[in-house]
């Protein structure tokens, strides 16, 4: 403990990479390396957001920001213009749009997976990345929304999609699933909003506390909401936190579920299975772990962060992207096997269509970059290496996006009738629009590096050996080891009375 | 020890003895700061065993096992997210059930006739109420399970809104003007030490008598914090 009586050093160490990644079962891997201490912890994280911003963050936001103003100026183009500056065209009025709104929101699933869903399964590993995941979850649904938003054509009246008492005594169609998307959609992105807030307030209380300027002390404070720590606000915080972990579980399963009804509930062969939501909910996790990845390797990095996101970190996540890989081909599979089982014509000739077909390149590359690529994260050597994980990364997120591709176009262009049958031709509008959507994503999320608690720095704290106090009590006996480990663990002579 | 005695109050006021004047700040609480969670549940318990009962702990994350110590209740909040998300529930099934069926698998006929635009200053709401009864795809009026996954949604809308609002205020917060906030060396709870808060309006409080307990039990510091407020 003696370390917490030190003055926390103002110039910052570089953060060292301590091999925990392994599995022997005497002895528990410490979650946060590196002999911190609550002192140096918050050290780290409130650095982050403290220091002035590095040259490459500043290369980066200078990157962002005009591919995220490109991005309005694309939108200010098509509203007015019309949406014909698309290539959405019959058979394929549902082009890129769509296919990027699926992309984003599933990008949006590992996030609250990671959140909620591993904190009911008491993970205690998320602590450290939950809360920018969160962070990428709520940045991607925002791109997720914008899609829809601006493919309705008529954007000005997009309020017409909620329901509201009005003069022309309409409503909208409660049975149409692009309707049940609207409250998905928006419960999503709010409650997500509320829980990644609810979250960082005892966080930003400690960057309140720590603020010197200030600017940044009245806005941490605004922010903060006097946050004091009380055991009391303690109580019913993790409450709240465990009720919104309980509320978020079933409704990020919904979410993707009702995007894939969009596909689902129509007549469409290719479209119409009843694999599509638990399939698709495997591909949004598989994706999100992807971007995790691509985002969590580059910022332990650059923010110092190696000890708190350790190697243990990244090695979990890329084996639950190797896990729900493999769940999304085994929903490839089944796809195949049931078109075939069916005695369905149409459902049999869109899956022969899908590799063999018209429009082959999209379902190959889906096929090399979901199905083969990420297979290499079996080998353990792999899993040390950070560039094969960054690599097995982007090809998922690369094989995602064409997932969507696949499923969105080859369907639609080859439907039912041979006379409607046309192809599915982008212009540079579309091109533009998803590239530059990473923009608005990216300048979102290098604000939230910079300026925001980038690690749930108070959930850390109760992960590491100085959380708890007083021996294994209270539901805590997985940490036992760690107490047993650690150096600067209590070694008061009256733990024992206490416990 | 750095408890300043109040200066005694000058001679012009008129007041009864027991409350001092407005502008002579009142104790709040006295804190005692710890450096880890050993020493401050140490003082806690110390604390509750003499008797306080106004008595609360500052730490930077929840310390567990604190609640029992504290006596700190178990929350309304669950009940409180349980009624909400029924109540959503509630508002999904009128709302989709109503809208696209009026509550009537035929037709529906308003209870004031024909009539739409009545002279009744009430009558907007049959105007902007109307149901919205279409027969799209041969689907039924009354279809519920079309309208589930609304339902759902607005369940856990409901649900989740009133666990985050309903914490903060039954933790009243925001709140900037907290007494302990004022204190510099309060800053650190939420970094890397630990508060227990003896409050002043706890019967047996004393100045002296509580931060001798305090410091008799591994406080490294304590600090009395005023409440200027009053």
């Not at chain 1, 994706?287 to 996101?309: D, N, Q, S, Y």
């Amino acid at each position: 403990m003696a370390a917490i009586f030190q003055n926390p050093s103002p110039t910052i160490v570089p953060s060292r990479e301590v091999d925990n990644t392994s599995d022997d079962p005497r002895y528990r891997q410490p979650l946060v390396t590196a002999d911190n201490d609550l002192t140096s912890v918050t050290e780290i994280v409130g650095g982050c957001a403290e220091r002035n911003p590095s040259r490459l963050w500043l290369v980066l936001f200078a990157l962002a920001v005009p591919m995220c103003l490109a991005f309005f100026s694309l939108i200010g183009y098509l509203v007015l213009t019309g949406v014909g500056v698309w290539g959405n065209n019959q058979p394929v009025s549902w082009g890129f749009p769509i296919i990027n709104f699926v992309f984003w929101v599933g990008i949006g699933h590992a996030g609250t997976l990671i959140s909620a869903i591993l904190f009911l399964f008491r993970q205690n590993w998320r602590c450290s990345i939950n809360r920018f995941a969160e962070a990428m979850t709520i940045f991607a649904v925002c791109c997720a929304g914008i899609f829809p938003g601006i493919h309705v054509g008529r954007v000005w009246v997009a309020y017409w999609l909620f329901p509201y008492p009005n003069q022309m005594a309409m409503w909208p169609q409660f049975r149409s699933p692009l309707l049940w998307d609207v409250f998905a959609v928006s419960t999503y992105a709010s409650v997500s909003f509320l829980f990644w807030y609810t979250g960082m307030v005892p966080d930003i209380a400690t960057l309140r506390d720590r603020a010197k300027g200030k600017i940044q002390r009245f806005v941490y404070t605004f922010l903060a909401l006097g946050w004091n720590g009380s055991a009391r606000h303690w109580s019913r915080f993790e409450k709240t936190y465990l009720l919104l972990a309980a509320l978020c579980t079933p409704l990020v399963l919904s979410v993707h579920s009702v995007v894939s009804f969009d596909f689902a509930i129509a007549q469409l062969p290719g479209w119409h299975t009843t694999i599509f939501p638990p399939y698709f909910v495997a591909g949004a996790i598989y994706g999100g772990f992807a971007m995790v990845l691509t985002l969590a390797i580059p910022c332990r990095a650059l923010f110092g962060l190696k000890e708190i996101i350790t190697m243990r970190h990244i090695q979990n996540c890329a084996k639950v992207m190797l896990g729900t890989g493999l769940l999304v081909m085994y929903a490839y599979a089944i796809e195949f096997f049931v078109a075939w089982y069916s005695g369905h014509h149409y459902e049999q000739a869109v899956f022969l269509n899908r590799p063999f077909g018209s429009n082959v390149f999209g379902f190959w590359l889906m096929f090399l970059c979901n199905c083969l690529g990420p297979q290499v994260l079996w080998f353990k050597w792999a899993r040390n290496n950070l560039w094969v994980i960054m690599f097995a990364a982007m090809c998922v997120n690369v094989g995602m996006w064409f997932e969507r591709y696949v499923i969105t176009v080859t369907s639609l262009t080859r439907d039912f009738l041979p006379g409607s049958w046309d192809a599915f031709v982008p212009t540079w509008v579309d091109y533009a629009m998803f590239t530059c959507s990473f923009g608005l994503f990216f300048t979102l999320f290098l604000l939230f590096l910079k300026f925001l608690p980038v690690i749930a720095i108070a959930e850390v704290k109760t992960v590491m050996p100085q959380g708890h106090g007083f021996g294994a009590e209270g539901g805590h006996d997985d940490h036992a080891d760690d107490h047993a480990s650690a150096d600067d663990a209590p070694s008061d002579p009256d733990t024992k009375e206490d416990a | 020890m750095s408890i300043a005695t109040p200066p005694s109050p000058p001679p012009i006021v008129t007041k009864p003895a027991s409350a001092p004047p407005a502008s002579e700040p009142q104790p709040f609480a006295i804190l005692g700061e710890y450096d880890n969670v050993t020493d401050v549940v140490h003082g806690a318990k110390a604390v509750r065993a003499a008797g306080y009962t106004k008595v609360d702990v500052h730490s930077p994350f929840p310390i567990h096992g604190m609640d029992d110590i504290l006596g700190i209740k178990p929350t309304i909040l669950p009940w409180l997210v349980l009624k909400m998300g029924l109540i959503g529930l509630t508002t999904g099934f009128i709302l989709t059930m109503y809208t696209m069926s009026g509550f009537t698998d035929g037709v529906f006929r308003r209870p004031d006739g024909v009539e739409v635009y009545s002279e009744n200053w009430w009558s907007f709401l049959w105007v902007n109420l109307e149901p919205y009864q279409y027969i799209i795809s041969g689907k039924p009026l009354m279809g519920l399970p079309g309208y589930i996954p609304v339902m759902f949604e607005l369940t856990i809308m409901f649900a989740a809104y009133t666990a985050v609002f309903a914490m903060f205020l039954l933790n009243r917060l925001p709140r900037h003007n907290h007494p302990v906030l004022k204190s510099e060396r309060f800053r650190r709870a939420t970094q890397d030490r630990f508060f227990v808060a003896i409050e002043a309006k706890d019967r047996r409080f004393d100045p002296d008598e509580t931060a001798a307990l305090l410091t008799d039990n591994r406080a490294l510091h304590t600090e009395l914090v005023y409440d200027d407020e009053d």
